[in-house]
């Protein structure tokens, strides 16, 4: 069964809403979330909501490199 929408969140695994205290990315995150919800997708959408980590860390996790 395929999810009816699905956002896309280029962060590291474990953090998708952003850094521990990070008010203004988390926000940011669940806003663009909503924003995409409101709007009419066909089932099994994966939409990009164009949120992006800072450094690397999520390309390394990709590879499981050390950190």
């Given at each position: 069964m395929k999810p009816s929408l699905a956002c896309f969140v280029g962060h590291p695994f474990g953090l998708t809403l952003g850094a521990?205290?990070?008010?203004?990315?988390?926000?940011?995150?669940?806003?663009?979330?909503?924003?995409?919800?409101?709007?009419?997708?066909?089932?099994?959408?994966?939409?990009?909501?164009?949120?992006?980590?800072?450094d690397d860390r999520r390309e390394r996790q990709l590879r499981k490199e050390a950190h």
């Open positions: 521990v205290s990070d008010k203004a990315t988390q926000r940011r995150v669940v806003q663009g979330c909503l924003r995409e919800a409101e709007r009419d997708h066909p089932a099994g959408t994966i939409v990009d909501v164009g949120c992006r980590w800072p």
